[in-house]
């Protein structure tokens, strides 16, 4: 066992100098200090402070809502970015598309269906809703193989999904499009 060292009666009061170069520098502080910079507000500051704070967050949605429509591809949602994306989109809306016209043509078939309930016309319109959705169902499946066939020849692979973004892109009614078409009718894009 290890003996204690003897004690002494002399005691070692360090400097100032020493306390300040080894210490923190600064006294410690109070607890009303403390508290007092823990303290501010749980929902936010002054009303100035919370109208500046939604009027930036008002400019930057109104810049992303802009950006998007205009297909800017920072602003664009994950399922629209990248080229073969807009390759797709720009296709799309450069030609007529059977399910551009579909929705009306529902709801218009729909009336009458309501409007001549047990008559001939509701018998037509009800098989000519199915021969419509038929074409449009023709339609996306023609336009998803010349599709198919021009991404693999440009890109060498397509993007996972893009026959869901063709078929929800070529349904859809021209000015509801988001991003907004970028090309006219007839304005293919060029490989």
Same mark, same amino acid.
């Given at each position: 066992?290890?003996?204690?060292? #003897?004690?002494?009666? +002399? ?11 080894? @210490? ?5 502080p ?10 501010? #507000?749980?929902?936010? @500051? ?21 950006g ?9 949602? &994950?399922? /629209?970015?990248g080229? =073969? ?13 059977? $399910? ?11 009336? +009458? @269906? ?5 008559? &001939?016309?509701?018998? %037509? ?11 449009? +169902?023709l /339609? ?24 869901? %973004? ?5 349904? =859809? ?7 907004? #078409? =970028?090309?006219?009718? $007839? =304005? %293919?894009?060029?490989?």
């Amino acid at each position: 066992m290890a003996k204690a060292s #003897p004690k002494t009666d +002399v005691t070692v009061n360090p400097s100032d100098e020493e306390l300040v170069a080894r @210490g923190k520098g600064r006294p410690t502080p109070t607890r009303r200090e403390r508290e007092a910079a823990n303290r501010r #507000p749980i929902v936010g @500051g002054s009303p100035a402070d919370r109208k500046a704070a939604r009027a930036r967050l008002n400019s930057e949605r109104e810049r992303a809502r802009v950006g998007m429509a205009n297909g800017e591809e920072k602003f664009l949602p &994950a399922k /629209d970015r990248g080229e =073969q994306r807009r390759f797709v989109r720009d296709f799309i809306d450069a030609r007529w598309n059977v $399910g551009e016209v579909l929705m009306p043509v529902l709801v218009v078939f729909l009336i +009458v @269906g309501f409007v001549g309930a047990r008559t &001939a016309a509701a018998s %037509y319109s009800l098989l000519f809703v199915w021969v419509f959705v038929a074409l449009f +169902v023709l /339609d996306c499946v023609v336009l998803w193989f010349s599709l198919r066939r021009r991404l693999t020849a440009h890109f060498g692979e397509f993007q996972r999904g893009t026959f869901f %973004y063709i078929l929800t892109r070529a349904w =859809q009614l021209r000015f509801l499009r988001l991003p907004k #078409p =970028q090309v006219k009718r $007839g =304005q %293919y894009p060029t490989l």
